[in-house]
T-cell receptor, first 110, second 116 residues
Framework: KQEVTQIPAALSVPEGENLVLNCSFT??????LQWFRQDPGKGLTSLLL?????REQTSGRLNASLDKSSGRSTLYIAASQPGDSATYLC?????????FGDGTTLTVKP | NAGVMQNPRHLVRRRGQEARLRCSPM?????VYWYRQLPEEGLKFMVY????????ESGMPKERFSAEFPKEGPSILRIQQVVRGDSAAYFC??????????????FGEGSRLTVL
């Protein structure tokens, strides 16, 4: 059974700082890994999708990496802004469904 | 191209009533997934459906919960005889191909069920 862990559970940083969110998974037989953002009371917005054959994906100030063999992914956010404050979720897909971590709640202070 | 549409956005039910949640996937998507998010918790998989077929319902409670995705119309998640523990946000996601085939998931805004 796939288990996904996200560390830390919460993170508070001053504006402008670069930061890394971590995601680990127990079963390396995955098809893809997806990072999402969730604002309070809202749905999930897809940020980046990494296929199992890829090592990283970039979109603007976001960079996600994937190391299947070690069961890890990181989401790097450069030059953080208050608007980045949200909960970030990673999900790994395999066996016909995606399994989510519990998320990292990020607060970026002005 | 409209995104995944869920309704109602908010639903209040008394214990013992029925709740019906609807999900229309993105145009061209034939795979639908339902997830539940309890307060202060992560998303938990419930069920995966394709048109007229339940593919994986391993996350569905054995009683009171059912899901369908008919040939025509939205996918429906039905909860009978609701209890307070059913209060949660229910999210629907769709994909153009099965997640197992590298499909990207697109989520709706969720339906928030409150059981009084």
């Amino acid at each position: 059974k796939q288990e996904v862990t996200q560390i830390p559970a919460a993170l508070s940083v001053p504006e402008g700082e670069n930061l890394v969110l971590n995601c680990s998974f127990t079963d390396s037989a995955i098809y893809n890994l997806q990072w999402f953002r969730q604002d309070p009371g809202k749905g999930l917005t897809s940020l980046l999708l990494i296929q199992s054959s890829q090592r990283e994906q970039t979109s603007g100030r976001l960079n996600a990496s994937l190391d299947k063999s070690s069961g890890r992914s990181t989401l790097y956010i450069a030059a953080s802004q208050p608007g980045d404050s949200a909960t970030y979720l990673c999900a790994v897909s395999g066996g016909g469904k995606s399994t989510f971590g519990d998320g990292t709640t990020l607060t970026v202070k002005p | 191209n409209a995104g995944v549409m869920q309704n109602p956005r908010h639903l209040v039910r008394r214990r013992g009533q029925e709740a019906r949640l609807r999900c229309s996937p993105m145009k061209g998507h034939s795979h639908v997934y339902w997830y539940r998010q309890l307060p202060e918790e992560g998303l938990k998989f419930m069920v995966y459906l394709q048109k007229e077929n339940i593919i994986d319902e391993s996350g569905m409670p054995k009683e009171r919960f059912s899901a369908e995705f008919p040939k025509e119309g939205p996918s429906i998640l039905r909860i009978q005889q609701v209890v307070r523990g059913d209060s949660a946000a229910y999210f629907c996601a769709s994909s153009p191909s099965a997640s197992a085939d590298t499909g990207e998931l697109f989520f709706g805004e969720g339906s928030r069920l409150t059981v009084l």
